[in-house]
């Protein structure tokens, strides 16, 4: 009882610091442009308790003893098993009508880049080979047959189906682990919130990487919960959707490389199928991403892209602590970024010095650049933790506003420098619904509906990120330790984001798909269901 008692109170207090550190950073940051070195945190030291409050009476369910009294029985519920073929058809049926108004679909972002590659033949790793080959195989296709648009289209249903088919599955693993009722709800949620239907017809890496993350993570929760019973179908699904999810973004790559150690610390001999699924879809990931870079040619991506944070902080300091910095550190600084490309520093996106950084004249000596970025960092620590909290802040805490430069959401058909390769007709929507995406686009992809009261919270970034980290610490408040160590895998996806160029709409994406497998897993909300009912279902 004792060891039950510390635990709950290990799960308040480490989520309510955790919360109170984040709502400090990213409140300070939004409302005064930075942190201040002694009134942030103070703010969050005054936040924890507070915080602990909310958690414990989220904790102790105190929603639903607003709504269903402590001692009302529950009702028996006569489920029918739940069936993964309709589940398909009602979340295809649910997307078609967003494909039928942005028609052939959504070809923003990187897609005038990686179809570059396709038409010229010279590849890289920047952006993900399978992705830049299914989508310039389907689009070639398309201008063989005489109409690009039509490979367009064939590009966004073969997504659409895929995306589809992910959440059919995660909500038939959720039907097998809680039942069909969950499973439902699951269903639901897939169908009708609007970001799946947005996300469904844009032609981004991301979504795809989205379903098979969210599916990896139901089954391996599955596993973990439920290692009796065993079937060969889900270590399949495992390997196969787990090299998927990491020749889509390296970034799946990295977390799970952390992850396996941990769930070996955590659950033991009891996580052992799991670990071995995951290193099996590893060492697939490293065979069939060798092949696709060997087969094309394709060269490596720039070490730039790994480097937004140390970018940024040097970009901050030269342009606003140019006093604090010697002239070695400046001339440095100078060099990595030249022709003053520190001067188009943008708080919220590493992009436009990033595109400047020179990586060559950094790897010529890593060591001494490592050296000026620690120096400056001494001299102005402000500085580097306000460029790394404003890169960051959409994603650490519910913001007010959306303060991230560039959309949302980008929808629409882009032309970024097409015209220096591209000799033929480009994508073009051609749905007489246009004007509805167009409106969508202005609505809510534009700023993530915010500018709505109300409904803009459904949207908002961070707190999506906090619903993620609350069903874990929940997991772990339960002693549900099966469910705890699965759900650090997202935490630790969501580590990763953190580090990347922007946070925007997209990179969200799978976080949303998660919360399903995250929250409706606990035993609590489904009390009427357990392994007898979840082992009827068919899916």
């Known amino acids: 009882m004792a060891k039950g008692k510390g635990r709950r109170r290990a799960a308040i207090w480490v989520g309510a610091a955790m919360y109170a550190i984040l709502a400090a950073l990213g409140v300070h940051e939004e409302l005064f442009g930075g942190i201040h070195p002694l009134l942030t945190p103070l703010a969050a030291v005054l936040a924890v308790p507070v915080c602990a409050l909310g ?27 739940f069936s993964i073929g309709r589940a398909f058809l009602v979340l295809l049926a649910c997307y078609t009508p967003m494909f039928l108004c942005a028609y052939p679909g959504s070809f923003a972002y990187d897609v005038p880049f990686q179809l570059r590659q396709v038409f010229t033949g010279s590849y890289s790793t920047h952006h993900p080979l399978l992705h830049t080959l299914l989508l310039g195989g389907c689009v070639r296709l398309g201008q063989a047959l005489g109409s690009i648009n039509l490979g367009a289209a064939l590009y966004t249903i073969i997504q659409m189906t895929a995306l589809a088919g992910c959440f059919a599955a995660v909500c038939a693993s959720l039907a097998r682990r809680c039942g ?7 269903v639901l949620f897939f169908a009708v919130y609007p970001l799946h239907m947005f996300m469904a017809v844009n032609a981004t890496k991301d979504v795809l990487f989205s379903g098979l993350f969210a599916l990896t ?22 390997i196969l959707c787990g090299a998927g999810m990491m020749l889509l973004r390296n970034n799946a790559l990295y977390a799970v490389l952390v992850w396996l150690p941990l769930l070996a610390l955590l659950l033991r001999r009891r996580a052992l199928r799991v670990i071995a699924c995951l290193l099996a879809a590893v060492v697939l990931y490293a065979g069939a991403n060798g092949a696709m870079k060997a087969a094309t040619g394709a060269v490596d991506g720039d070490l730039a892209e790994m480097l937004s944070w140390p970018i ?3 970009a901050r300091a030269r342009l606003h602590d140019e006093a604090a910095l010697s002239g070695e550190e400046k001339a440095a600084i100078d060099a990595l970024m030249p022709g003053e490309a520190w001067r188009k520093y943008d708080p919220t996106v590493s992009d436009p010095v990033k595109f400047e950084f020179d990586t060559e004249e950094f790897l010529r000596d890593p060591a001494y650049y490592a050296g000026i970025w620690l120096s400056v960092g ?13 890169l960051t802040s959409a994603f650490i805490h519910p913001y007010l506003s959306y303060g991230v430069s560039g959309y949302y959401l980008q929808m629409g058909v882009s032309r970024e420098q097409i015209d220096q390769w591209c000799d033929f007709e480009w994508i ?11 409106s969508l686009s202005w609505r809510f992809g534009a700023k993530g509906a915010m500018q709505i009261p ?25 002693g549900r330790w099966a469910a705890f160590a699965a759900g650090l895998l997202p935490v630790l996806l969501w ?3 953190l580090l990347g160029p922007v946070m925007a709409g997209r990179y969200v994406y799978p976080f949303v798909c998660c919360l399903p497998v995250l929250g409706m897993s606990n035993p609590k909300a489904f009390p009427c269901e357990g392994k007898v009912a979840a082992r009827r279902a068919d899916g």
């Open 378 to 390: 001494k001299k102005c620590p402000v500085t580097y933790i306000n460029a790394a909290v404003a």
């Open 55 to 81: 958690l414990s009476w989220f904790f102790s369910d105190g929603p639903r003893r607003l709504t269903v009294a402590a001692d009302a029985p529950a009702p028996r519920l006569q489920e029918k098993p």
């Open 312 to 314: 940024q902080q040097l």
């Open 217 to 238: 993570l139901a089954l391996a929760t599955e596993e973990l919960e439920q290692p009796e019973s065993a079937r060969r179908g889900l270590y399949a699904g495992l």
């Open 495 to 497: 580590g990763t984001f």
């Open 454 to 478: 109300g409904v803009g919270m459904l949207f908002n970034m961070g707190l999506i990120i906090w619903a993620m980290l609350f069903f874990v610490l929940r997991a772990w408040y339960d």
């Open 428 to 438: 073009e929507q051609t749905s007489p619904l246009r004007r509805v995406v167009d």
């Open 180 to 186: 069909a009722r969950a499973a439902r709800f699951a």
